[in-house]
């Protein structure tokens, strides 16, 4: 399991990005957006001319080089044109405590493409090992990118889209290429809580908006690499259209029996009236007391179902727990 703590970021237009979103500029009387991109970008060539590496952004020295070309004049021209905001921007920097802004604004951002922190592992390292084809069997890899695995880093909503994107992007890009060596990756990537990264609705902010197209395309474009998508979500109906369009099985627990997640299903399964009345009797799982009585009933629709050609729904109840699940098929002595 990878969380935010060990993933090391890994391109330098994402530590520009994510610079422009931090406080860094902001601090320094840098209060418009545009203003803030333009700054983190003439920062990034700067440093890059000055051959200083992504996975030593950390460091302090790094930092001090980064500070002197906040008050080199012909840095200064490049964010601002006009004489007055260049004096302002050099005055601020000049006043600013430079130990204060480095732990306060610079670390966090850094340690996020540090690569010497405890059990970190590079985007690109991650998915060489998912995909590796040396390994007889595929490892289970979770990345968990919530705010708690993330203390001691920068990390917004803003942040979280960016990271999730590059592992998208990087995902696809292992998927073109085993296909180019006529080899299929044989994979499925399991998104959870998938309404908040491909909504219905066109998301205000461009990294989520991102997310959401990047997802939309791989869903469908990328069956023919090997490269299978499972999508979770608490909510149908504010899952984006196009993403329901190329999902070929269905799973539908209980929650779905009112208003628009309720109108979102019948379309989904074609309106079978026998079908729908079996569903809406499903009981809430959670309303027995007793964890060993509860059930866990699902309406299923697609090829994983043997009525799959007359459309007509399949309805079971899972198992209680994983043991219920490997006793009743036999496997408990293969488990591991």
């Not at 130990?99 to 850094?110: A, E, F, I, K, R």
């Not at 390994?135 to 909503?157: F, H, K, M, T, Y």
Request: overall charge neutral; hydrophobic content about 40%.
């Amino acid at each position: 399991m990878a969380g935010v703590r060990s993933l090391v970021l890994d391109r330098w237009d994402l530590f520009e990005h994510i610079l422009a979103q931090s406080d860094f500029f902001e601090r320094l009387a840098i209060h418009t957006a545009d203003k803030r991109s333009l700054a983190a970008e003439v920062l990034r060539e700067h440093l890059e001319r000055r051959q200083v590496r992504l996975s030593n952004l950390h460091q302090r020295a790094s930092f001090d080089t980064a500070w002197a070309i906040l008050q080199d004049q012909r840095a200064l021209q490049q964010i601002y044109s006009g004489a007055e905001y260049r004096n302002r921007l050099l005055d601020m920097v000049s006043s600013t405590d430079s130990s204060s802004h480095y732990q306060n604004y610079w670390l966090p951002v850094c340690r996020l493409f540090q690569p010497d922190r405890a059990g970190a592992i590079s985007v690109d390292s991650l998915l060489r090992q998912a995909f590796s084809q040396e390994q007889r069997s595929r490892p289970l890899i979770v990345v968990n990118v919530s705010r708690e695995e993330a203390r001691g880093l920068l990390w917004n909503d803003t942040i979280q889209a960016l990271v999730i994107k590059r592992l998208l992007d990087g995902i696809n890009l292992q998927a073109e290429l085993n296909y180019q060596g006529n080899t299929s990756l044989n994979t499925l990537v399991v998104i959870d809580e998938a309404h908040r990264l491909a909504p219905r609705e066109r998301p205000e902010q461009d990294e989520l908006r991102q997310v959401g197209e990047t997802l939309v395309r791989a869903s469908k474009e990328t069956r023919k690499y090997g490269l299978g998508w499972m999508f979770i979500s608490q909510t149908l109906s504010s899952l984006h259209r196009e993403v329901i369009g190329q999902l070929r099985i269905f799973f539908f627990g209980f929650g779905l029996a009112l208003g628009a997640e309720f109108a979102s299903l019948r379309e989904i399964i074609g309106g079978d009236p026998n079908a729908l009345k079996l569903y809406q009797s499903f009981r809430d799982p959670h309303s027995a007391f007793d964890i060993a009585s509860r059930q866990y009933a699902f309406m299923t629709i697609g090829p994983v179902s043997p009525l799959s050609f007359s459309g007509t729904p399949l309805f079971l109840t899972a198992y209680n727990t994983p043991d219920e699940f490997l006793r009743a098929n036999g496997l408990e002595a293969r488990a591991v």
